[in-house]
T-cell receptor, first 115, second 116 residues
């Protein structure tokens, strides 16, 4: 168990709909990262938040958005869903300050299927 | 930004043989190099990491080597077992440059199959 909690584990929804994926980082970790992994694909970095603020942005579509709340949990919002958005979405966290090292720990992922 | 190249994309070995996966990176300021193992449908799990002040690190059957001059690092798995079959990802991250600055750049992964 990495200590990173993601919900829901599985989600099936229709095209055009909107879903929210939730992530609780490891206790004490200030950074949260979101990654997308399609079938047989690598890990595509979407976005990073640090202590409530957006820190880095990767290949995140405009239809997707995220935020990190004061209690450090994060949500990834996916809207106007398309079939191609079907993927495994991982949240990861790290302590991300100078003396902590920079190890990133992944949650179990949220399987999204768009039908 | 950082670019990480990983080879090979697939690797099949006989049980008991060794497996080597190689990665190169582009940013000479990178100083942390983790390796993750991902079984089908599961989360990537950190299996070993190395920092730039170390040339080699071992953990039982797994070892990682780093050549900062050439900007490449490798994962070595000895005496492979069927349970080593998985996708392995290398990654690198830049040196600390302020709070929240750590981001990993991943290679595209190597699918390792260990044949009994």
């Amino acid at each position: 168990d990495s200590g990173v909690t993601q919900t829901p584990k599985h989600l099936i929804t229709a095209t055009g709909q909107r879903v929210t994926l939730r992530c609780s980082p490891r206790s004490g970790d200030l950074s949260v990262y979101w990654y997308q992994q399609s079938l047989d694909q690598g890990l595509q970095f979407l976005i990073q938040y640090y202590n409530g603020e957006e820190r880095a942005k990767g290949n995140i579509l405009e239809r997707f958005s995220a935020q990190q709340f004061p209690d450090l949990h994060s949500e990834l919002n996916l809207s106007s869903l398309e079939l191609g958005d079907s993927a495994l979405y991982f949240c990861a966290s790290s302590a991300s300050y100078r003396d902590s090292g920079n190890t990133i720990y992944f949650g179990e992922g949220s399987w999204l299927t768009v039908v | 930004g950082e670019n990480v190249e990983q080879h090979p994309s697939t690797l099949s070995v006989q049980e008991g043989d060794s497996a080597v996966i190689k990665c190169t990176y582009s940013d000479s300021a990178s100083n942390y190099f983790p390796w993750y193992k991902q079984e089908l449908g599961k989360r990537p799990q950190l299996i070993i990491d190395i920092r730039s002040n170390v040339g080699e690190k071992k953990d039982q059957r797994i070892a990682v080597t780093l050549n900062k001059t050439a900007k490449h690092f490798s994962l070595h798995i000895t005496e492979t077992q069927p349970e080593d079959s998985a996708v392995y990802f290398c990654a690198s991250t830049e040196a600390y440059s302020g709070a929240g600055s750590y981001q990993l750049t991943f290679g595209k992964g190597t699918k390792l199959s260990v044949i009994p």
